[in-house]
């Protein structure tokens, strides 16, 4: 079983900066994507970035474009979202994604979020 944990969230004045990290844990062959998304309030589950193997342009939401950067360390199976000129509207509980293959197959787990307050 894949597990994912995030870190890094906080509460942060507008203008500031936040580096989110999510570590994979588990029996690992590959994870093939990863994906950083927030949920608001009363909000649907939207995603903010996401990066795939092989492919050396991320996708980033219009949202954000110009301010987020998602990077990954293979060798520790992290992703890293780097947001910079946070806005109050960027409050949302951050939540990353991978899809991969484990001792298990084929797998798709997500973290169980983290908490991103900005300040006005």
């Known amino acids: 079983q894949v597990r994912l944990v995030e870190s890094g969230g906080g509460l942060v004045q507008a203008g500031g900066s936040l580096r989110l990290s999510c570590a994979a844990s588990?029996?690992?062959?590959?994870?093939?994507?990863w994906g950083w998304y927030r949920q608001a309030p009363g909000k649907q589950r939207d995603l903010v970035a996401s990066?795939?193997?092989?492919?050396?342009?991320?996708n980033y939401a219009d949202s954000v474009n110009g301010r987020v950067t998602i990077s990954k360390d293979d060798e520790t199976s992290t992703v890293f979202l780097q947001i910079n000129n946070l806005k109050p509207e960027d409050t949302a509980v951050y939540y990353c994604?991978?899809?991969?293959?484990?001792?298990?197959?084929?797998?798709?787990?997500w973290g169980q979020g983290t908490l991103v307050t900005v300040s006005s």
């Open positions: 588990g029996i690992i062959f590959s994870i093939n994507k």
């Open positions: 990066i795939t193997n092989g492919d050396d342009r991320p």
């Open positions: 994604v991978a899809r991969g293959y484990s001792d298990s197959g084929n797998f798709a787990s």
